[in-house]
C-alpha cells in the first residue's frame, strides 16, 4: 500500500459526533482483522475484531464493518470523546497461516472540543 | 496487573554500535511478538516466538538483527552494526495463548531507538 510516511491522514471530528476511520487491507486471503488504538508514547491497544465469517460487530461504542468484495474495513465511534485522540490502525492475518499481523498505515483522530 | 515493559525506553546509539532491547512480557504469557515501528508507520512484524522457540523470524530486515528468549520468559532483540535505516521504535507484545492470532496481543511501550 501507499507509504503516509510522517503525513498521517488526519480525520477532526468534533466533540460528540461519530467518527468513522476507513482502511484498506491488502491480501484477499486474510481472514481475520484488528483495530487498534495508539496513543502517543504508548503500544497499540487491541480495541475490536472481526472474523471474515461476519460483516459488522458490535462492541462499546464501537462498530467494525468488513466488506470483503472491496477488501475494506472501517471503524465507527460513536459519541466520539477527548480520550479517543488518538492514531488508529488496522491489521490483517490469515489465522491458519501464522502470527504474521500486517498493520495498516494508521489514521490519525483529533477530537475537536 | 502489570503489562508488557521493555527496557530502554529510549536508547541513541552511535551508526556501527551494538544494541540490545529487553522485554518483559506478562507472566505466563505463551506467545511473544516483536515489531518495529517507523515514524509515522504501522508497526511492521519481526518475529514470533512460542515460549522459548523462534517460530517465525520472517519479518527481520537483515542478519544484523538477532532475538532470543531463552527461558521462554524475557526477550531481547539485538541488533549489531546499527544503521541510521534501524532508527524506529520497536516493539514487544505477549499473548497468552500459542499459536492462536486470535487471541489478543498486549504491547509494551516501546524502545525509540534513534541511531546517529
Known amino acids: 500500500g501507499e507509504s503516509v510516511g510522517l503525513h498521517l491522514p488526519t480525520l477532526s471530528v468534533q466533540e460528540g459526533d461519530n467518527s468513522i476511520i476507513n482502511c484498506a487491507y491488502s491480501?484477499?486471503?486474510?481472514?481475520?482483522f484488528i483495530w487498534y488504538k495508539q496513543e502517543s508514547g504508548k503500544g497499540p491497544q487491541f480495541i475490536i475484531d472481526i472474523r471474515s465469517n461476519m460483516d459488522k460487530r458490535q462492541g462499546q461504542r464501537v462498530t467494525v464493518l468488513l466488506n470483503k468484495t472491496v477488501k475494506h474495513l472501517s471503524l465507527q465511534i460513536a459519541a466520539t470523546q477527548p480520550g479517543d485522540s488518538a492514531v488508529y490502525f488496522c491489521?490483517?492475518?490469515?489465522?491458519?497461516?501464522?502470527?504474521?499481523?500486517?498493520f495498516g498505515p494508521g489514521t490519525r483522530l483529533s477530537v475537536l472540543p | 496487573g502489570a503489562g508488557v515493559s521493555q527496557s530502554p525506553r529510549y536508547k541513541v546509539a552511535k551508526r556501527g554500535q551494538d544494541v540490545a532491547l529487553r522485554c518483559d512480557p506478562i507472566?505466563?504469557?505463551?506467545?511473544l511478538f516483536w515489531y518495529q515501528q517507523a515514524l509515522g508507520q504501522g508497526p511492521e512484524f519481526l518475529t514470533y516466538f512460542q515460549n522459548e522457540a523462534q517460530l517465525d523470524k520472517s519479518g527481520l530486515p537483515s542478519d544484523r538483527f538477532f532475538a532470543e528468549r531463552p527461558e521462554g520468559s524475557v526477550s531481547t532483540l539485538k541488533i549489531q552494526r546499527t544503521q541510521q535505516e534501524d532508527s524506529a521504535v520497536y516493539l514487544c507484545?505477549?499473548?497468552?495463548?500459542?499459536?492462536?492470532?486470535?487471541?489478543?496481543?498486549?504491547f509494551g511501550p516501546g524502545t525509540r531507538l534513534t541511531v546517529l
Open positions: 507472566s505466563g504469557h505463551v506467545s
Open positions: 491489521a490483517e492475518n490469515i489465522h491458519n497461516y501464522g502470527q504474521n499481523f500486517v
Open positions: 491480501n484477499s486471503a486474510s481472514d481475520y
Open positions: 507484545a505477549s499473548s497468552r495463548l500459542a499459536g492462536t492470532s486470535t487471541d489478543t496481543q498486549y
